[in-house]
T-cell receptor, first 114, second 113 residues
Framework: AQSVTQPDIHITVSEGASLELRCNYS??????LFWYVQSPGQGLQLLLK??????LVQGIKGFEAEFKRSQSSFNLRKPSVHWSDAAEYFC????????????FGDGTTLTVKP | DVKVTQSSRYLVKRTGEKVFLECVQD?????MFWYRQDPGLGLRLIYF???????EKGDIPEGYSVSREKKERFSLILESASTNQTSMYLC????????????FGPGTRLTVT
């Protein structure tokens, strides 16, 4: 069975500073990996995904993530955070043989200081 | 553009009532999901459907049932609502094959009093 750990429950950064949100997964083979964002009172929206190939993937809103197989990690980064990035971020892992189901991490809440 | 809609954004029900949460998607997705979201617990899968009339239990199915009579519609039923079912409920859909992202509705915040 797959699992996802997001070690940071809450992160605060200043506007304009860089951001890295951590995600570690457990899965026996190469997984599908996703980052979603949830604004207050809304559903989740896909930021980016990794299936195969280039381990550095670009997403919407200036986000990127890097798949590191040796570390079982898929950390999300952004070089310069905007106040509108304040939200909750979820990492998810899907198995190639699991018919579209994903396992989600518990989420990281991002606060942006002016 | 994929759209997933949920019948209510906010719902208040009394203990013991039967509650129906409806979800509709417009992209002909095979898979549909119901999650509940509670602070500190992330998203927990209640039920999953991969085709009309087909369903699988998720991690926390107790106290819930589902119905999928049409491909685009997936209903979550609380047979007898209890206060510990007060939560945010999220519906999602995706293509059947593994690796495809899920598309989420806006959520229904259910309060059971």
């Amino acid at each position: 069975a797959q699992s996802v750990t997001q070690p940071d429950i809450h992160i605060t950064v200043s506007e304009g500073a860089s951001l890295e949100l951590r995600c570690n997964y457990s899965y026996g083979a190469t997984p599908y990996l996703f980052w979603y964002v949830q604004s207050p009172g809304q559903g989740l929206q896909l930021l980016l995904k990794y299936f195969s190939g280039d381990t550095l993937v670009q997403g919407i809103k200036g986000f990127e993530a890097e798949f590191k197989r040796s570390q079982s990690s898929f950390n999300l980064r952004k070089p310069s955070v905007h106040w509108s990035d304040a939200a909750e971020y979820f990492c998810a892992v899907g198995a190639r043989t699991n018919a579209g189901k994903s396992t989600f991490g518990d989420g990281t809440t991002l606060t942006v200081k002016p | 553009d994929v759209k997933v809609t949920q019948s209510s954004r906010y719902l208040v029900k009394r203990t013991g009532e039967k509650v129906f949460l409806e979800c509709v998607q417009d992209m002909d997705h095979e898979n549909m999901f119901w999650y509940r979201q509670d602070p500190g617990l992330g998203l927990r899968l209640i039920y999953f459907s991969y085709d009309v009339k087909m369903k699988e239990k998720g991690d926390i199915p107790e106290g819930y049932s589902v119905s999928r009579e049409k491909k685009e519609r997936f209903s979550l039923i609380l047979e007898s609502a209890s206060t510990n079912q007060t939560s945010m409920y999220l519906c999602a859909s995706s293509l059947r094959q593994g690796g495809y992202e899920q598309y989420f509705g806006p959520g229904t915040r259910l309060t059971v009093t």
